[in-house]
Structure formats: C-alpha cells, structure tokens
C-alpha cells in the first residue's frame, strides 16, 4: 500500500492539470471573496462587521470544494482515458486496494486544495477590510467557521471526484455530468422545493460551508448526508471498477 501511495502522488506532483487546477483554486477564491464586497452597497464597518457580510466574504473558499472533484475525476477516470488502467490492475490485482489508495489521496489533495482556497480568500478580506479602515476579526465564528466548513468540503469532495471518476471511467463525462449535477441541476430543484431538495448532497455541502442562503440544512445534518452520499456512491463506483473488463 505504501508503494501504491507513493506512486500515487508522484503522478500527482507530476501532471501539470493538477497544479492548473490549484492555481484556478487560488483565483476562483480571491474573484469569489471580492464580488460580494465589491457588489455590496454599504461597506461602512457596521455592515462589514455582520454575519452574513463576514460569510458572504469567507464563502470564497468554496472554490477548493469544487475543482477538487475535477481533480479526483482525472484521477480516477484518467486511468481509463489514457489506457494505463490495465497495467495499473495487473502491477495491483486488488483492484479495491488500488482505489483506496486514490481515494485517500486525493481525500488529503483536497485538504491541500481546501486550505490554500481559505488562505487566498483570508489574505483577499483582510487586505480589503484594512483598504476600508476595519480590522477583519478572524476570531469570529462567521470567519473561521466558514473556513473550516469549506476545507471539510473540499476533502470530501476529492472523494466524491472519485467515485464519480470510478463509476463513468469518462473524465469528460464525468466533469460535465458532476458539475451540471451540482451547479445546474440541484440548484433548480432546491428553488423549487427548499424543503425537500435541501437533501440533495450538493445543497448538504452548501450548509457545510455555511453559505449564506435560506432553507439550508443546520451542519450536523449537512454532514450526515454528505458522507451518506459520497459513501453510496464510492460503493457503486468500486462495483463497476471490480467488474470492468480492463484486459482487451
């Protein structure tokens, strides 16, 4: 197992997407900490001091959640799409094992993408709440909190990248299908019954990082759902990988 691992992350220290994907990380977190602020009407230090302000400005750091499934996807799928998938069983025969190995990988790549997300949007609101005269009180629940849902996030959806990377063997199919799911798909359904669809795990995540929305799920919960739902779908992932015919 520790020669799978070490394997592992060399290929991932060694494929340039992965270090794309990170350096997209840090833009999507600094662009998705200043739109709020920017946008916002009132930036006197009473409103940027609020709850919903300090959130607002925190959920920047989503963006280590989402191209961290990209990552997992190409991890997985990538196997199948460049034709190493069948040395990589015949060097491993347990094909469970290898699995693992990825799924605990890209679980800590995803912390890795997790925190450098927070950090970018934590030095974006400190320098924007110091160009404003008002010292951003990182001791606040709203601020670390945030942060800290959105690194959970983040490592549980580099499990999700591969589940989902396992079950379609199509790091295309499986990118465009995961993010329609979850920008496009849930969303619609969650406007259309709060109730009901805050069950989805893509809105269960959305209440895991805290973002400042109606109707979320409270976070013990979100969390019970998310990982009830990435664990069936890495169940159904690891079925199709065991019975896929890799030899031909």
Sequence with gaps: MNALARAEWLRIRSTPTYWWLLLGTVA??????????????????????TEQRL?????GAAAGSMLVVVAGIIGMAGEWRFGQVTQAFLTTPKRRRVMTTKLFSHVVLGAVFGLVAAIATLATAWIWYRSEGVALPIGRTAVWLTLLGCVAVAMMFGALGI??????????????GALVWLV???QTLFAASRSVFRWLPGMASMSLRRQPADGLLAMAPAAFVLATAISALLLAGLWFVERDDVTG
């Design 28 to 49: 999507i977190g600094v662009l998705g900490t200043l739109a709020p602020l920017i946008a916002a009407k009132d930036n006197s230090a009473s409103a940027l001091l």
């Design 163 to 176: 589940a989902v990377g396992a079950i379609t063997r199509n790091p295309v199919t499986g990118i465009v």
């Design 55 to 59: 959130r607002e400005a925190m959920h």
């Design 184 to 186: 496009i798909v849930e």
